[in-house]
């Protein structure tokens, strides 16, 4: 099955930072997501991707689908953005990277 | 509008008993789907549901099993439970089956001891 590698798998960053999530999957897909789950369990959906840009506030996405990777892009990060940021892919049997796991400290 | 709901919150159960998991859908959705997060294992899919009928299962065992209500509603049931079952349960629904976006509950947390 596809494989989806997500890196790096731990971040820390100071509260005001910049960072750039990865996300790599071994086939072509048709159908990208990324979600952060917060310290709660919660999984929020951020963003649905399959090519292109998309932004939303501080947060971006970027899927290149041609070259198999799509990158999550967080400005000016606050503490709550703390969590793991997970890439999935696929429709009916989604397939979830292992997660980036982002502290953002004060 | 309310978002996927899911009970109980958490679940405690003995080793060989069985355990009932409930979902139900953001209105309108008509696609449910269970993820298994066991520690070290990760995200997995599970079960999806669509228009009543299982569609497609991950790479678990018959005695991870459910079904899906005509208010479109859903349930997991595991039967014999072991051990390593111990996990959150996440539940997902979609507008559709193909080319939406899931939105997930709160989860279920269940342990077996």
């Known amino acids: 099955g596809i494989q989806v590698e997500q890196s790096p798998p731990d971040l820390i960053l100071q509260e005001g930072a910049n960072s750039t999530l990865r996300c790599n999957f071994s086939d072509s897909v048709n159908n990208l997501q990324w979600f952060h789950q917060n310290p709660w369990g919660q999984l929020i959906n951020l963003f649905y991707i399959p090519s292109g840009t998309k932004q939303n506030g501080r947060l971006s996405a970027t899927t290149v689908a041609t070259e198999r990777y799509s990158l999550l892009y967080i400005s000016s990060s606050q503490t709550t953005d703390s969590g793991v940021y997970f890439c999935a892919v696929g429709f009916n049997d989604m397939r979830f990277g292992a997660g980036t796991r982002l502290t953002v400290k004060p | 509008e309310a978002g996927v709901t899911q009970s109980p919150t958490h679940l405690i159960k003995t080793r060989g008993q069985q355990a009932t998991l409930r979902c139900s859908p953001i209105?309108?959705?008509?696609?449910v789907y269970w993820y298994q997060q066991a520690l070290g294992l990760g995200l997995q899919f599970l079960l999806w549901y669509d228009e009543g009928e299982e569609r497609n299962r991950g790479n678990f065992p018959p005695r991870f099993s459910g079904r899906q209500f005509p208010n479109y509603s859903s349930e997991l049931n595991v039967n014999a439970l072991e051990l390593e079952d111990s996990a959150l349960y996440l539940c997902?629904?979609?507008?559709?089956?193909?080319?939406?976006?899931?939105?997930f509950g709160p989860g279920t947390r269940l342990t077996v001891t």
């Open positions: 209105s309108g959705h008509t696609s």
């Open positions: 997902a629904s979609s507008l559709e089956d193909r080319g939406s976006r899931q939105y």
